[in-house]
T-cell receptor, first 117, second 111 residues
Framework: GAVVSQHPSRVICKSGTSVKIECRSL??????MFWYRQFPKQSLMLMAT?????????EQGVEKDKFLINHASLTLSTLTVTSAHPEDSSFYIC?????????????FGEGSRLTVL | DAKTTQPPSMDCAEGRAANLPCNHS???????VYWYRQIHSQGPQYIIH???NNETNEMASLIITEDRKSSTLILPHATLRDTAVYYC????????????FGGGTRVLVKP
């Protein structure tokens, strides 16, 4: 099956610093990627839709200046959590859409666990 | 907003079939039914999807009612490794269509 890779899988940072998480589609091109956040014992919450070559579309209540998304190529989207605070600690997950033919599936990365001290 | 309703949890016996129901009474004509599962601390794993015909792959079978208002995911021989949260989601196939997660069903496979 299609592979989506995230890096880093775990990151610990100090409050006030910025953290970048990468999402790569390894064996297909993805014009659209999605970023989710998941708190313990909760479901995934969509944060934003990332489109290659254009600005991301953010869900209501998600601060675009805090969660910077860049989708510079068809295989890479990045999420930067700026000036991170402890309440930003969460499990961040990306997904990439593989379209064409009988496709239309969304494949997910392994997730990145962010801990802000 | 999630457009599906699933039971919050269910247990099943190892080796037996697990039948996971999902209601999606407001599904529109161009929306597919997708199933994903999430094992603890991992990203969701794609299982199967369908439009109106029943579908089967190496992981599971998807049975969609004729009116498409509900569906059932069948794991034919549940193993302990199938313990996970299973999400039923409706979504159009276009790239920009979002995948909105509801609460899912927490499945515990017991020996």
């Amino acid at each position: 099956g299609a592979v989506v890779s995230q890096h880093p899988s775990r990151v610990i940072c100090k409050s006030g610093t910025s953290v970048k998480i990468e999402c790569r589609s390894l064996d297909f091109q993805a014009t659209t990627m999605f970023w989710y956040r998941q708190f313990p014992k909760q479901s995934l919450m969509l944060m934003a839709t990332s489109n290659e070559g254009s600005k991301a579309t953010y869900e209501q209540g998600v601060e675009k200046d805090k969660f910077l998304i860049n989708h510079a190529s068809l295989t890479l989207s990045t999420l930067t959590v700026t000036s991170a605070h402890p309440e930003d600690s969460s499990f961040y997950i990306c997904s990439a859409h593989r379209g064409g033919g009988s496709g239309g599936e969304l494949f997910f990365g392994e997730g990145s666990r962010l801990t802000v001290l | 907003d999630a457009k599906t309703t699933q039971p919050p949890s269910m247990d099943c016996a190892e080796g037996r079939a697990a039948n996971l129901p999902c209601n999606h009474s407001t599904i529109s004509g161009n929306e597919y039914v997708y199933w994903y599962r999430q094992i603890h601390s991992q990203g969701p794993q794609y299982i199967i999807h369908g439009l109106k015909n029943n579908e089967t792959n190496e992981m599971a079978s998807l049975i969609i009612t004729e009116d498409r208002k509900s569906s059932t995911l069948i794991l034919p021989h549940a193993t302990l490794r199938d313990t996970a949260v299973y999400y039923c989601i409706v979504r159009g196939k276009a790239a920009g269509n979002k995948l909105t997660f509801g609460g899912g069903t927490r499945v515990l496979v017991k020996p």
